[in-house]
Each structure stands twice: as C-alpha cells, then as structure tokens.
C-alpha cells in the first residue's frame, strides 16, 4: 500500500527531553512537511523540504530540527528548546513544485506528543 | 491579514439538508485550491481539488472565483457521516507551500 506513516502513535517525553518524531513515504514525492495542530486551532507549518538534503524554516521552527537525507523520510526532532511541545504532529507529503493537477498533499496518521 | 479564512461555525443541519461554506485567500496568484475532511483526532484527508471551472464530486460541488478570491463547497443531502471539519487549503504561487484556514465544523443531525 502507498502512503505516509507516522511512527509513534502516542509519545510521552519528560521536561528537558529531546524527542524524535517518525515519517516515512512511498509515494515517490520529492516535498514533505511537518505541522503542529493544537486543540481548536488550524494547522501550523514547522518545517518543509521540497528535495533531498535541502529543508527551510516554517512558521514555528524555532525549538525544532529536521532532516532530509533519503526521500522517503523526513524525521522531526522536538528539542528541550520547544517552550509548548505537547501537541498533535502531522507530517504531509505532495509531488512537488509542479504546476496544473495533481499537486495535493497526503498526510500521515499523526503523532500525539505529550509533555509530563 | 491570514493568508486563508474560514468561518468557524459550527454549523448544525438536519439531514438531508444543503449546506454551504466558503473560505477566503489573500494572495490573488495562489496556485492551487483544495477542500479537506478532518474527522475528530484524526489526519485531515482530501476531499476534492478546485478547479476554475469548478467541479462536481457526488453530492459536493466545490467553486473557485479568483476575482473575488474564495472558495466555495457545497454538500447535497447531508448524511450524518458527513459531520466533520471541513478545511481550506490553498497551495502558494511558488508552490511550495500550503496555507490551511483554521476549518468550519459541520454536524447533521439526524
């Protein structure tokens, strides 16, 4: 089956913790990207990465770090430097910049961080 | 100002009941428009593109006018499985990146 995972489901980090969030596509899309939903609110973008070993800065980067070093992955760290960390991670992929149809992006099932 | 807006609702109909929203973009060269499902603690999932002719998928028809820069989604017959939030998406000029608006919740009642 093509898709996007996520991996783990859950996750529960300490204070001063870093943490890594999972996300692996088969869907031979060159961009991905991680966003944070907070309970009510809308999507905010953390990080993109429209190629291999290149990524830039979203909205919210700051106390977080990714890496883009195979296509199909594109691991997010939550690092101690995150002043609100606990929040639902979803992690989305689409074809690219590419102009006209079929340029959508999927997303993955999400991670439920929780800060103790 | 936001790059995309949505009413928030709620918005809660009967089934079987027509119900429409409608989203609003700041940039008049925004590239590409979508419509998402979010269901309850759950990924958001396509629903349908946005097309400038505007285009039909069952019983949701979903309309661009890039004079007036919105988007707009219908749904025929509400069924109660179409209680959702239903989510804006517009895809930027340079096309690398998405803006969501912060969704419209829809409830059918039976």
């Known amino acids: 089956d093509g898709g996007i995972t996520q991996s783990p489901k859950y996750l529960f980090r300490k204070e001063g913790q870093n943490v890594t969030l999972s996300c692996e596509q088969n869907?031979?899309?060159?961009?991905m990207y991680w966003y944070r939903q907070d309970p009510g609110q809308g999507l905010r973008l953390i990080y993109y990465?429209?190629?291999?070993?290149?990524?830039q800065k979203g909205d919210i980067a700051e106390g977080y770090s990714v890496s883009r070093e195979k296509k199909e992955s594109f691991p997010l760290t939550v690092t101690s430097a995150q002043k609100n960390p606990t929040a639902f991670y979803l992690c989305?992929?689409?074809?690219?910049?590419?102009?006209?149809?079929?340029?959508?992006?999927?997303f993955g099932p999400g991670t439920r961080l929780t800060v103790l | 100002r936001k790059e995309v807006e949505q009413d928030p609702g709620p918005f809660n109909v009967p089934e079987g009941a027509t119900v429409a929203f409608n989203c609003t973009y700041s940039?008049?060269?925004?590239?590409?428009f979508f419509w998402y499902r979010q269901d309850c603690r759950k990924e958001p999932k396509l629903l349908m593109s946005?097309?400038?002719s505007g285009n039909e998928d069952g019983r949701f028809t979903a309309q661009l006018n890039r004079a007036s820069q919105y988007i707009s989604l219908l749904i025929r017959d509400s069924k109660l499985s179409d209680s959702a939030t239903y989510l804006c998406?517009?895809?930027?000029?340079?096309?690398?990146?998405?803006?969501f608006g912060t969704g419209t919740s829809l409830t059918v009642i039976p």
């Open positions: 998406v517009v895809l930027s000029n340079t096309g690398n990146q998405f803006y």
């Open positions: 869907l031979n899309h060159d961009a």
């Open positions: 990465s429209q190629i291999v070993n290149d990524f």
């Open positions: 940039n008049s060269a925004s590239q590409s």
């Open positions: 989305a992929s689409s074809k690219g910049v590419t102009s006209g149809r079929g340029n959508e992006q999927f």
């Open positions: 946005v097309y400038s």
